[in-house]
C-alpha cells in the first residue's frame, strides 16, 4: 500500500499541469527567458521493458512522464540515450538547448567546452541525485543554475547497501553461483560466511543516504561508526548509536565493512587509492554506491586479487556506462551491478516529479527548493566546495 500511494502521489504531481507565467528579461543567471525552449533529457533506453510498467518513466521511452505537458505548453522536448562524441544526437542540440535534464545512471557528461558551445543554455537538471557529471567550476563561471531532485532516491540507495552489506557478508553470491552451475559445495561457501552482528561498520560521508543507512543497520547490533565533515546531531547521534570518527585513516583498520557514501569532489576524487587501502584491515568488505571515481580502479582491483579486500560491491564505476575491459568486472569477489541502486520505480518517480515540478518554476521565474541547488548565481553548493 506505501508504494503505491508514493507511485500515486508522484503520478499526480507528473500529470497536473499549470500555464506558465514567464519573465520578459533575458540573462542565463536568470531562470527562464521568454518563449518556447528547448529541452534535451538523456536517459538509457528501456527497448523491450519499456511496455512492462507504466511506471517505468526514468527511461528514454518513459521520458520523465513529462512529454505531453512540455509540448502542450509549445517547449520542445527531445529525448535521447545517445550522448558521446561530436556526431552524437546531444551534441547536436548543444548549440541551441535551453535546459539539459541528465541522470547519474547513463549520465551526459557535461565539459568545460560543451558548456562554451551551449550560448542558449540556462538550466541543467540532475533526475536524481549526484552531479558530478557537470563541470560544476565552467557551470558556475558561466553563471548557469545546477540543480538536482535532493532526497529523492536516498531510501533506495540505503535499502541498497544494506542488501550489499549482507551480500558480501555472508558470502551470498558464490552460493548463487553454484546453484547456477549444478554445484553442491557448502565449504566453498561457509569458509568466509560470517553474521553482521557485532561487526563494525564504518561510513565514509553520513548525509542523508549514511544517516538512513546506520539507523537500517542499528538492529543488526553493529558497531557504527562514520567520518564526515560535519558532526551529527547529538540526539541523533545518540538514537543511531553512531560514534563520530574525526580522522579518516584512524577510522579505516576499525571497519569490518566500509560504506562509501560521500559525494564526488576535487577533494574525494581517488581518495581511496592505494595507500589509503592498504590502512583498511585485512579482508575488508567495501561497498560503495556514491561514485566509482572516488575510488582508484586498480588499486581496488589489485585489492580484491591479493584479498586485502575481501570483497566489494557496489553499482558505481568510472566512466559510465563501464566499458567491457573494465578490471572491476573480472576482479575476483566482487558484488557488482550496473548503476541501479537509485532508479527503482518508486525513485523515478519521485525524481520525475521533483524535475517537473523545477520546470515548473523555471519556466515561472520562482526559486527552487533551497537544498536542490548544486550551482546559484555562481556559487557551488557546500559538498561541492
Excluded at 17 to 35: N, Q
Excluded at 226 to 239: F, S
Excluded at 299 to 318: E, L, M, N, Q, R
Excluded at 357 to 377: H, S, T, W
Aim: glycine residues 8%.
Amino acid at each position: 500500500m506505501a508504494m503505491k500511494r508514493v507511485a500515486a502521489t508522484a503520478v499526480r504531481a507528473i500529470s497536473s499541469s499549470e500555464s506558465p507565467v514567464l519573465p520578459t528579461t533575458f540573462s542565463r543567471e536568470l531562470h527562464a527567458s521568454p518563449g518556447s525552449k528547448k529541452i534535451v533529457g538523456v536517459f538509457y533506453k528501456a527497448n523491450e521493458y519499456a511496455k512492462l510498467n507504466p511506471n517505468f518513466v526514468g527511461c528514454v521511452e518513459g521520458a520523465l512522464g513529462i512529454r505531453e505537458w512540455l509540448e502542450s505548453q509549445g517547449h520542445q522536448y527531445i529525448v535521447t540515450d545517445d550522448k558521446e562524441g561530436p556526431n552524437s544526437e546531444l551534441e547536436k542540440h548543444i548549440e541551441d538547448l535551453h535546459v539539459l535534464i541528465t541522470t547519474p545512471f547513463h549520465p551526459a557528461y557535461v565539459t568545460a567546452e560543451r558548456i562554451k558551445k551551449a550560448k542558449n543554455l540556462q538550466l541543467l537538471l540532475t533526475a536524481g541525485i549526484g552531479s558530478d557529471h557537470i563541470d560544476l567550476n565552467a557551470a558556475a563561471a558561466a553563471k548557469l543554475t545546477v540543480a538536482e531532485v535532493t532526497g529523492s532516491n536516498v531510501v533506495s540507495v540505503a535499502e541498497d547497501e544494506l542488501m550489499r552489506i549482507l551480500i558480501l557478508v555472508r558470502n551470498f553470491l558464490p552460493g548463487h553461483h553454484q546453484v547456477i552451475s549444478g554445484e553442491w559445495n557448502v565449504a566453498g561457501i561457509a569458509y568466509r560466511a560470517y553474521d553482521l552482528e557485532g561487526k563494525t561498520v564504518g561510513t565514509v560521508g553520513c548525509g542523508r543516504i549514511g544517516r538512513l543507512l546506520l539507523q537500517r543497520l542499528k538492529p543488526f547490533n553493529c558497531n557504527l561508526l562514520y567520518h564526515d565533515r560535519i558532526k551529527m546531531d547529538p540526539e541523533l547521534e545518540n538514537q543511531i548509536g553512531a560514534k563520530f570518527e574525526e580522522d579518516l585513516d584512524a577510522m579505516l583498520p576499525k571497519c569490518d565493512v566500509i560504506v562509501i557514501n560521500t559525494p564526488l569532489t576535487d577533494k574525494t576524487r581517488g581518495l581511496f587509492d592505494k595507500d589509503r587501502i592498504a590502512k583498511c584491515k585485512k579482508g575488508v568488505l567495501i561497498v560503495n554506491n556514491a561514485r566509482g571515481a572516488i575510488m582508484d580502479t586498480q588499486a581496488v582491483a589489485d585489492a580484491c586479487s591479493s584479498g586485502h579486500i575481501a570483497g566489494y560491491s557496489g553499482d558505481v564505476w568510472y566512466p559510465q556506462p563501464a566499458p567491457k575491459d573494465h578490471p572491476w568486472r573480472y576482479m575476483p569477489n566482487q558484488a557488482m551491478t550496473p548503476h541501479i541502486s537509485g532508479t527503482t520505480i518508486d525513485a523515478q518517480l519521485r525524481y520525475a516529479a521533483g524535475v517537473k515540478d523545477m520546470l515548473e518554476r523555471y519556466f515561472k521565474g520562482e526559486e527552487f527548493p533551497a537544498q536542490n541547488y548544486i550551482v546559484k548565481e555562481g556559487e557551488l553548493a557546500s559538498q561541492y566546495r
